[in-house]
């Protein structure tokens, strides 16, 4: 028996517009039994990187929001650091990043902004899972002391999973730092001595005290690296590097793992919800956003994590893909578009081992929302 996946298309009437059919979508697929009254409740998003334009619109975000709220519920918005330089990864610029981006205080209806692992990405809880590539995992605090946790991700194409969802959502958005280095390298960080200017700043922030400078050079003891990415958004030049060095199962695994871990203590406490619109090859981090490979689909929602990203997957491949994108291959309905994106990356992998795990299943039954009819609007005047 497969899990529910509650669907809804982008049609809309004079009768329910898009954010009253949104909430009446998530209402349908269960948010209300997750929910307790006073509840802490985590809405993952992404905000989008400065640039990017095809991240989930903030009124939809607003409308989940009124919806947590109907429930009695408290909900806050968040994401945390990113494990790269840029426009994210400290909480000061991620704040500003995403009220640049639409997502504030005032447009969110009051739901206050909380980056999960803090100001610099440290903010963690060591969670112990005991799986196939992690005994531990490191996951932005405040995702864990959340008493109830609704993913809000946007669908669409990833360089390095094939495809990102709701599973992406929380095992790589939810990670610490430490913990997106972790996922991605099985090595300490390099750095480019060329643009080294021997300031010192990696070398005095580092807890494990693996950093020394040598001629005005530093350079890091790799026995003694702890993994924690500090350096990275330490260093004013952007001369230390993540080594990407992890084969792509692995890493698949790995962000399974992590995922498990985010949801160890929210057992009948998260909801997942999937935008399929704006369906960009690429990750919503870049700093720009490429044509959509198809058109928008719409959104579906689910109290299982696997069965709503497998869902998803069908979705975009049962559909004819538009011409001049960056797709140039499998553009017929039914043909992987993810593989034609990434023809080295075995996307089914994570959906497969997610479910090995007992994150899910991937079997569901796809449940559409109707769109009301058109109100009768009687004789003109």
Known sequence: MGADVFFMDLTATSRENLPGKLERLITSAGINTILEENDLTAV???????GNTAFIRPVFIRKVIRTIRKAKAAPFLTDANTLYVGTRSDAVSHIKTAVDNGFSYSSMDGAPLIIAD????????????DLKQCSEVYIGSEIINANALVSVAHFKGHELSGFGGTLKNLGMGCASRRGKLAQHSNVSPKIKRKTCIGCGECAAHCPGEAIYLEDKKAYIIKNDCIGCAECIVRCPTASIKITWNQTIPVFLEKMMEYTAGVLQNK???GFFINFITNVAPKCDC?????????NDIGVVASLDPVAIDQASADLVNQQQALSNTVLTCNHKPGE???RGLYPEVDWEHQLAYAESIGLGSRDYNLVKIETKAYKNPGPHS
Do not use: N
């Open 44 to 50: 993952k998003v992404h905000f989008g990187e400065q």
């Open 336 to 338: 992987d578009k993810f």
């Open 118 to 129: 803090g100001l610099l990405g440290k903010s963690e809880t060591r969670v112990r899972v």
């Open 286 to 294: 870049l700093p720009y956003s490429e044509s959509p490979i198809c």
């Open 267 to 269: 057992t009948g406490k």
